[in-house]
């Protein structure tokens, strides 16, 4: 009887040991495969600052009288300051100074405004008119636009295009390269 009870207690232990190990082993629960996806970065967003300094090189195609356009082109700088009182209008002033032939210049000075199609977005494509003077007497009209790429808060670069009319006889279609600095607090 002793002998009995001795073989029920070892069969009930190896049992229990036996459960133990087996469960120690037992595959991971598992891995659901629907689960949700990490949650997607937000875009970067520059805000637009109220103050642009911007300087451009620029490239000039003249016009004569006769309306032809001359193949040499004229190379140019300029400087262009503006306030931007709303992330969608800009108010200032340019000079801007082109040598158009071996002893002729020409240029454009007078006060600019744009208007920006985006408030917000690493890209800021814009429209500009411009109302001055290309010399002592002689009156000039701006009109044109561009594209800009924000290369960090308060750097901008891009291309422009603009048309000049000097006088009724003249004109310049310019290509430009602006790098606009910024300054003051986002919008």
Do not use: K, N
């Not at 875009?43 to 600052?49: H, Q, V």
């Not at 300087?55 to 032809?68: H, Q, V, Y």
């Not at 405004?113 to 002689?138: C, F, K, M, W």
């Not at 048309?163 to 606009?180: C, E, G, K, P, V």
Request: charged share 15%.
């Amino acid at each position: 009887m002793f002998l009995g009870a001795l073989c029920v207690a070892s069969l009930a232990l190896g049992t229990h040991a036996g459960a133990a190990e087996v469960s120690e082993y037992a595959p991971p629960p598992p891995i659901p495969l629907d689960a949700a996806p990490a949650p997607e970065l937000a875009p970067l967003e520059y805000s637009r600052r109220p103050f642009e300094l911007a300087p451009e090189f620029a490239l000039a195609l003249p016009s004569g009288s006769d309306g032809s356009r001359s193949v040499r082109l004229g190379t140019g700088f300029g400087l262009a300051a503006l306030w931007r009182p709303t992330p969608f209008v800009a108010l200032g002033g340019s000079a801007t100074r082109f040598s158009v032939a071996e002893h002729a210049h020409a240029g454009f000075y007078g006060v600019l405004g744009r208007v920006y199609v985006s408030d917000h977005g690493v890209v800021d494509p814009y429209l500009e008119l411009g109302l001055g003077a290309a010399g002592a007497r002689t009156g000039a009209a701006r009109a044109g636009g561009g594209v800009e790429f924000f290369l960090g808060r308060h750097v901008r670069v891009g291309p422009a295009i603009q048309w000049t009319a000097i006088r009724a006889d003249t004109d310049l279609i310019t290509f430009s390269l602006r790098l606009s600095l910024l300054f003051g607090p986002g919008a």
